[in-house]
């Protein structure tokens, strides 16, 4: 006859849990509240910017929910209970005198003006596609098997494109690209640009307009995102010195290169190691090797706060299980860090790599053969 045992009897001693601070489970229980009130008002931002409510509502000035569906088209209940919604989220403002709501400047730059510097309305389909795809996720956790980027949600290549897009118009051409030591000039006078894991082209788009004597190629595995950028592009006026190729990182085509570039696409990459090899393959002697990737400190101490938290969310669902889908599977993660990351470019034969420059989003590195 088998033996059974009592599991409860063989587990180590734990000594019993403390008793709870009630002002400190106050507080936390009012940042869990404010979390629960942030993630279930992100389908209200994906709805005020596809109808239109928050540009009518920025152009108008101070409506009732009356006057703002009647405006927009939209049934009046809906719009009544969404504005008050945006009221409580602190995104649109309320005068309760003449029960009107209206949008402050900064609220119109965030949610209203897709030009604008700081625009993340759009963003909020990646938070989307994160609740979309957690049963995958689960999965993965449990077998350690990869979710490539090709299998989640398309809502997510779309609020990816649109979160970094931001950035990429506010500092590729203004800031980072002077960052690198003589690549403008050469832009300028004409050069010849890669740009891997381009997705839907944003990067490669902004680049082609800024230095038109220059040629781009936009390169992504994913035949879907590329599909999109080659739309993107005519959306653009169809740039004579820019073309998209559907190419993995590792076989990307061609040499004598200025300039390549990697926009946040390096650590999802499941051997990032072979990717920036290839591309000490294709540049010049003396070209460049621009990184652009989400921005983080060294160690996960110098990332707890809320860009930490954002970007490490993102590699838990996004990131690490792309990387772990693919041959190598390094899984770098989004907070990877100048150090590690520098020690993959090393790696792959690069004898001099730089943090070029950062912004509180972005951090941006510069190698040289």
Known sequence: MGTTFNTLEHQPDTKPAAEPDPAKLEAFMGKMVGDMGAASGGALVI?????????????SGPVTSEELAHRTGMHERYVREWLNAQAASGYVEYDAETRRFFMSPEQIMALADKNSPVYVASAFQLTASVYMDEPKIAE???????????????CLFCG????????????????????????????????????????????????AQAFPNSQFVGLDYHEASILRAREAAREAGDPPNLRFEVSSAKDSPGADYDLVTVFDALHDMGDPVGAARRVREMLKPDGAFMIVE????????????????????????????????????????????????????????????????????????????
């Open 47 to 59: 709805l005020g910017e596809r109808l239109g409510l928050y540009r009518a509502l920025a152009e």
């Open 140 to 154: 993965a956790f449990r077998t350690g098997e990869g979710v490539g980027w090709h299998e989640h949600s398309t």
């Open 160 to 207: 990816v494109e649109q979160f970094f897009r931001t950035g990429y118009r506010a500092h590729l051409v203004q800031e980072w690209l002077p960052a690198l030591d003589g690549i403008v000039e050469r832009l300028e006078a004409g050069a010849k640009v890669a740009d891997i894991g381009c997705g839907h082209g944003a990067s490669t788009i902004i680049m």
């Open 294 to 369: 989400p921005m983080a400190g060294d160690s996960l101490t110098e990332n707890m706060n809320p860009v930490g938290r954002l970007y490490y969310a993102a590699s838990t669902m996004i990131c690490t299980p792309g990387s772990l889908a693919q041959e190598v599977g390094l899984g770098l993660g989004a907070q990877a860090g100048p150090k590690r990351l520098g020690e993959v470019l090393c790696e792959a034969g690069f004898s001099r790599v730089r943090v070029a420059t950062t912004t509180p989003f972005n951090l941006i590195l510069e190698a040289r053969p």
